[in-house]
């Protein structure tokens, strides 16, 4: 069996160990013998909404936002709208995030318009929001794991503040650290099977469950089934919780 992701923008906006959510779900997908076919897709290329079942976009600075979202909006955003409704999982990061939502507004430059996956819009603003970060699931989330802690950590490190609009359902609430905006105690967003947020670090080897989450739906979204076998997860999990007190700790 084999799932298919799609790395969009890679040589552009990867920073902050983006790459490494990547890394984590082939490994996680080997370990329980799954192949995982990894395409890069970049600037200039077509985007086949019926290759892949799971997508990531990482972050990047605005110089280099530029030109992706560019591209981004001309070439890739009705395809890539059409596999999140037809059933594939993405996660999305940073830059990334803010230009799968509405718009995004730099200082003293033009509006980069966004696909609007998301009903969410971002404002450069001068407060640097950075540090470790916990956040908490909503009980009734499809990422919750029965026995499974609720929490997910990560590293943010953005000054675009990032704002919800009334169809915007958060990935969770802030218990450590700024989230979306520093506001409002939300971070991140998801719709259908899609996930944006501001957690780098890389997100997902601290963070079993979110990744079993992406896994699962791609798995679905190839061959109807969602069904992964346990791994031993205990590292992992010694991880998270490191990552849990250490925010704590430093805030």
């Known amino acids: ?19 490494g959510n990547v890394l984590t779900l082939v490994s996680r997908a080997r370990r329980r013998g799954l192949d995982v076919a990894v395409s890069e897709v970049s600037i200039g290329q077509r985007l086949d909404p019926a290759a892949y079942d799971l997508y990531f976009f990482g972050g ?22 059409a596999a999140i409704e037809g059933g594939a999982a993405l ?14 507004q730099p200082f003293d430059a033009d509006r980069l318009p966004g696909i609007g996956l998301f009903d969410a819009w971002t404002l450069a603003s001068h407060q640097r929001m950075i540090g470790n970060i916990v956040i908490e699931l909503a009980a009734a989330s499809p990422i919750v794991q029965d026995g499974r802690p609720r929490t997910v950590v990560g590293f943010e490190n953005h000054s675009g503040k990032t704002y919800l609009g009334p ?29 944006g947020c501001y957690l780098h670090g890389s997100l997902l080897p601290k963070n079993p469950h979110l990744a079993d989450f992406l896994l699962a739906q791609a798995l679905a979204h190839r061959y109807g089934t969602a069904e992964l076998p ?21 805030r």
């Open 60 to 81: 990047g600075q605005d110089r280099e936002q530029i030109p992706v979202a560019a591209d981004l909006v001309a070439s890739k955003a009705e395809a890539l709208r």
């Open 230 to 250: 346990p791994l031993d997860d205990t590292l992992e999990w010694q991880a998270h919780q490191a990552a849990v007190q250490r925010a704590r700790q430093t």
């Open 91 to 104: 996660l999305s990061v940073c830059g990334g995030f803010q230009l799968l939502a509405r718009y995004y």
């Open 1 to 19: 069996m084999q799932l298919r992701l799609a790395h969009l923008y890679p040589d552009l906006m990867n920073i902050y160990g983006d790459r």
């Open 167 to 195: 169809g915007g359902q958060p990935l969770g609430r802030v218990v450590v650290g700024y989230g979306n905006n520093g506001e409002d105690r939300t971070e991140g967003a998801v719709y259908r099977h899609a996930i």
